[in-house]
């Protein structure tokens, strides 16, 4: 007997709205440089989460993380005694990522795929080699294409598309003062954060060393070592675990039509990039828009992809998002409080899961720099490379 | 310095470089160009491709100034500029190089502050078979 094609039009599709939910998060300390290696690390992490969760580690039946993670599922899975894996994934591009690992923990909770997902970030950055020292370990392609010419580090690349966001639309080095001054303002407010007591002014901005101008040092994310991680179990388990469940509303990840990478020279219009696509997608399976958003937490490895991103998941117009950081408005008490532990900039880089453990924070209620009754945030991972972004809500 | 990491795609274009042209991959079938070069056209889905010469003239799309920390090298002749070229027949390439005072000259020959986007350029070829760009008029 011949079996009909099962067909769903996208209604028929129970989709991941607030099916999930973050149940618990940890963090090692956050330095320039730790003792420990990467792999102790991500262990103290994952178990710091599975703590605030309340959840065994024998119950784990998932895990994601980032291609450029070097501790393994076998290592991790080993170490600390978790159960029997049915889903482990990880996600390429860089700090891309960062919140495709919560989304893909979500999609396979969501579809009975697992029960309980941790998604984590270990990375000694801080006392490791520089990435784009490696002359060896470079793809063929786009590098022959930049890397001869000196176009050698990520700094160099973004700082391309800095100066034509600049020329086209008259965004300046006071805008992307306002967006460091913000990570750093929210940083002195939050002690794990590495720049806590170390204010910045607009006097230092201006008068600091080049990087690749028109990036200055202060344009640039700290290098850190450190780790984190989340876990991620069903709405409905998450109500019974110790701490108030921080749902995930919507996800996306992002990879639009002829994206080149960082170096994204060679399209029609450079300056649209991944946020643009992971936004559509990402507002699409949202009950809210981007004037609810309360509280955002913007990948931030450079001030420059927070106007590009602010576009991108429409806080303004195409061009304004240099214009946006004027008055205040990252601020606290302004039209979007963002980075509120710090960010990269300021607090950690850890290819940004500390920008999703911070949106946890805030929508508990517990954050440094609380923005009083949250209770919906944006969080986003690397902008100019295939990237991804979570939108939750208390 | 570093010389480009060529791959089976992009060889045609050192090849060509290396003799003084400057010659962009164009579809076979539809004479769309594409770049960076790649087996597949993205607009025809042809695997025919040809090398198709371009008149070499464009104008600054953009550009930085590198500052150390960088690979010794580059570190030696920083501050430099590195630019990326809209070519005047082909406006969606664009070729990332550097702006020199001609050809073979270092990559800090010509000042960084006398670089200005939409600056009309045209390619001179390095004796290692690099594309440079220089001022149209300088």
């Avoid at chain 1, 899975?77 to 989304?103: M, R």
């Amino acid at each position: 007997m011949a079996v009909a094609p099962v067909t769903a039009d996208s209604g028929d599709v129970a989709g991941i709205k607030d099916a999930t939910a973050i149940a618990g998060i940890g963090q090692t300390p956050f330095a320039r440089q730790l003792p420990e290696n990467e792999r102790t690390l991500a262990c103290r992490a994952i178990l710091a989460a599975l703590g605030d969760a309340g959840i065994a580690p024998a119950e784990v039946d998932a895990l994601a993380s980032y291609t450029m993670e070097e501790t393994d599922e076998v290592e991790v899975a080993k170490a600390l005694g978790l159960g029997d894996l049915t889903y482990f994934s990880k996600v390429g591009y860089g700090g891309g990522g960062s919140c495709a690992t919560v989304a893909h923990l979500a999609a396979a909770i969501a579809s009975g795929q697992a029960t309980v997902g941790v998604a984590w970030r270990s990375r000694k950055r801080g006392s490791g080699p520089r990435p784009w020292r490696n002359t060896t370990a470079q793809l063929p392609t786009p590098a022959q294409w930049t890397r001869p010419f000196g176009l050698l580090r990520p700094s160099d690349e973004i700082a391309m598309l800095t100066r034509r966001h600049m020329h086209e639309y008259g965004t300046t080095r006071d805008h992307l003062f306002n967006v460091a001054l913000a990570c750093r303002n929210r940083a002195n407010q939050n002690p794990a954060a590495i720049m806590y007591d170390r204010p910045l002014t607009r006097e230092m901005y201006m008068t600091s060393r080049w990087i690749s101008e028109p990036l200055c040092l202060f344009d640039n994310c700290l290098e850190t070592d450190g780790a984190l991680a989340c876990v991620v179990v069903s709405a409905e388990r998450a109500r019974d675990c110790r701490r108030a469940p921080v749902y995930i509303h919507s996800a996306a990840q992002g990879l639009p039509a002829q994206h080149h990478g960082m170096v994204n020279y060679w399209n029609d219009d450079p300056l649209t990039g991944p946020a643009w696509t992971a936004a559509r997608h990402l507002w699409k399976h949202a009950d809210f828009t981007p004037d609810d958003v309360q509280v955002a937490q913007i990948y931030d490895a450079f001030t420059a992809l927070i106007p590009l991103s602010l576009e991108g998941y429409g806080f303004c117009g195409r061009g304004e998002g240099g214009a946006f950081t004027e008055g205040g408005s990252l601020e606290i008490g302004g039209r979007l409080p963002m980075n509120t532990g710090g960010g990269g900039l300021s607090e950690a880089y850890v290819h940004g899961f500390n920008l999703i453990t911070e949106g946890v924070r805030q929508l508990r209620g517990t954050s440094t720099a609380q923005v009083p009754g949250a209770a919906t945030c944006l969080v986003t991972a690397g902008e100019g490379v295939p990237t991804s972004a979570l939108l939750l809500r208390s | 310095m570093l010389t480009p990491v060529v791959d089976e795609d992009g060889a045609p274009f050192w090849e060509y470089a290396a003799r003084g042209e400057l010659r962009v991959q164009t579809c076979a079938d539809c004479a769309e160009p594409r770049f960076p070069p790649r087996p597949c056209c993205p607009h025809c889905q042809s695997f025919a491709s040809e090398w198709r010469p371009v008149s070499g003239h464009g104008r600054v799309w953009s550009y930085v100034v590198p500052h150390p920390p960088l690979l010794p090298d580059y570190a030696e002749q920083a501050p430099y500029n590195v630019i990326v070229v809209e070519l005047a027949d082909a406006p969606r390439i664009r070729l990332v190089g550097n702006l020199v005072s001609g050809p073979d000259a270092p990559l800090n020959s010509h000042p960084p502050d006398r670089i200005r986007i939409g600056a009309r350029v045209r390619v001179v070829f390095s004796s290692a078979g690099l594309p440079q760009w220089i001022l149209e008029r300088p």
